[in-house]
């Protein structure tokens, strides 16, 4: 088959035209061409074949029957979102808890203008304020983003991160999990608006919302509530001035549609969740009309160029990702687990009770290949379901869970529980004295707490409990770079992927614009390999 050949029966009569002996018909000269993602591309007809050109020329020569743009990687997504967060990329590297999303990771992506947050959920406020400060000081200017995670169970966390936040002038945060909005992250954000000169609001502190409810994407995308705003008058801790500036932004700057991802999920698919996200970021865009535009931003199941594409023509003005870049080597995730996570396929992933809900039977996307968390976390939860309290779970289970998960007495387990609520929340250990299945729910989130922590350090022994959270995304990711450089854990460079992303995302267009002409291409120019 010809490299390229034209289906159309009325080609297009493009108006440029292009030197005859300028023409290159070879597959390695089209693959290069269309890999010059910084020139535009010409299909014009040498002879009787196809073949490219990546100039015009003025006079005679052949007619141009489809062309391509030149698109670079950062020519994609949104150019307001870039210029807010002083980016090159519309890309955003989610955080990841217990310090996944690394300084290092954060650091490196920054370099590189892309955007990352901290994974501060789950860590001592003072390992996040000296993370915060590591980073700072290498990236006085950015860019960067903490995570802002809300803990309905643990109020004083919240507001002590934001309090850290302030103080240490950190002025991008992704906000996660919230179900409304808290009195904290309106403080956060409100605490950062001034007027410019010409009568616009400055928003200093800028918010990334992640949701994947609307009703949630919707509290996050209009001005911030009378009565939280109120409430923070009523303590000084915002000016009159600033409520009322509050009142002409929206409460988010980006808001991240987050389909079936890895960690905490609704599982919703990215094609449907993105476009009902987008329809009602228009209809409170055109209520509001803010200036710069509300944006919406793409995360969960972007593992690929063609789900890259795919998030920026539906829409999105930014992707996020986090299944993949746990798997790079700047990840806060050990050898043993990033190895293993650059073997995983698509459904290699399930769902498994989480620790911080497990109560509620909230339930989280981990991988199940190489572990044997999911079905150990799940026969924990099938107990705590059944029984009513630990004394009551037959002695012929109790024992099994002794020897497999826990390798101890479940009394034991206890007394170290104890001591870990006593320094962090005894109010927690005090409600289980009148209720024997908390008790028994503390114990079994030993478990759960314990096993993300044996991931995140490699401990030895306990390979088979490790809980690692991850989403499809990372199964598709490692099925594209099979046979490339990038199928070796150790070769998986946070910000080589990102761009390899972009970049198949962008020789993907091109190649998809040249479809839309009528140009059918050889199978071996259709897809982008990073090398
Ligand atoms: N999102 C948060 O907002 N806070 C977190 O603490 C957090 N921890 C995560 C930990 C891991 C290991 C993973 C894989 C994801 C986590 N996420 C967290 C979600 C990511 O920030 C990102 O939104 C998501 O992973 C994107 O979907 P993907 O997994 O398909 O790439």
């Not at 005894?426 to 096993?451: C, D, N, V």
């Not at 499809?472 to 080589?496: C, H, I, M, Q």
């Amino acid at each position: 088959m010809s490299v390229l050949t034209l289906n159309n029966q009325q080609p297009i009569d493009w108006a440029w035209k292009v030197a005859s002996d300028n023409i290159n018909t070879t597959s390695e000269a089209v693959k290069s061409a269309l890999m010059d993602l910084n020139k535009p591309i010409y299909v014009a007809k040498s002879g009787q074949q196809l073949g490219v050109s990546q100039s015009t020329c003025d006079s005679s020569s052949e007619s141009v029957v489809a062309f391509a743009q030149a698109l670079n990687p950062e020519d994609l997504g949104d150019v307001e979102y870039k210029k807010q967060h002083g980016v090159k990329y519309a890309y955003h590297g989610g955080a990841m808890a217990n310090g996944i999303a690394s300084v290092e990771l954060v650091i490196a992506l920054g370099k590189a203008g892309l955007l990352c947050s901290f994974g501060a959920a789950g860590l001592v406020p003072d390992v996040i304020e000296d993370s915060i400060k590591r980073i700072q000081a290498e990236l006085p200017n950015g860019p960067y983003a903490v995570n802002l995670i809300h803990a309905p169970a643990e109020e004083a966390l919240e507001r002590g991160a934001v309090e850290r936040f302030l103080k240490l002038g950190v002025e991008t945060v992704e906000a996660s999990a919230y179900l409304g909005l808290t009195e904290h992250i309106v403080w956060y954000r409100v605490a950062g608006l001034s007027e410019n000169a010409d009568g616009s609001v400055f928003i200093k502190n800028k918010v990334i919302a992640k949701v994947s409810r609307t009703e949630v994407g919707r509290r996050f995308m209009e001005p911030a509530p009378q009565k939280l705003l109120d409430k923070l008058l009523a303590q000084g801790k915002i000016t009159a001035k600033q409520a009322e500036l509050s009142q002409r932004v929206p409460m988010a700057d980006d808001i991240t549609a987050e389909a079936d991802s890895g960690g905490h999920t609704d599982n919703r698919p990215f094609l449907t969740l993105l476009p009902t996200i987008i329809a009602l970021r228009d209809e409170i865009q055109a209520q509001y009309n803010f200036s710069p535009a509300l944006r919406v931003g793409a995360g969960g199941g972007i593992g690929t160029p063609e789900a890259t594409l795919a998030a920026f023509n539906m829409g999105a003005a930014y992707i996020v990702l986090g299944s993949v870049n746990q798997a790079c080597i700047e990840a806060g995730a050990s050898e043993h687990t990033r190895k293993l996570l650059a073997g995983v396929e698509m459904a290699d992933v399930t769902m498994a009770p989480a620790a911080d809900m497990f109560e509620m039977g909230v339930k989280l996307q981990v991988v199940k290949r190489g572990t044997m968390f999911a079905m150990r976390a799940n026969k924990l939860y099938e107990l705590y379901v059944n029984y009513d309290s630990i004394e009551s779970i037959p002695a012929s289970e109790r024992e099994k869970i002794e020897k497999q998960i826990f390798r101890q007495n479940l009394d034991d387990v206890w007394s170290g529980t104890v001591d870990f609520f006593q320094a962090r929340d005894p109010e927690m250990l005090a409600r289980t004295q009148s209720s024997p299945k908390r008790k028994m729910a503390l114990i079994f989130r030993w478990y759960l707490g314990l096993s993300s922590r044996w991931s995140n350090i490699g401990e030895k022994g306990r390979e088979m409990d490790y809980q690692i959270w991850a989403g499809p995304s990372l199964g598709a990711f490692n099925s594209w770079v099979k046979g490339t450089y990038l199928e070796t854990y150790t070769e998986r460079k946070a910000v080589d992927v990102a761009l390899h992303l972009l970049k198949g995302a962008a020789y993907l267009q091109r190649v998809n614009q040249l479809k839309l002409q009528g140009v059918s291409l050889q199978q071996s120019l259709l897809n982008y390999t990073p090398n």
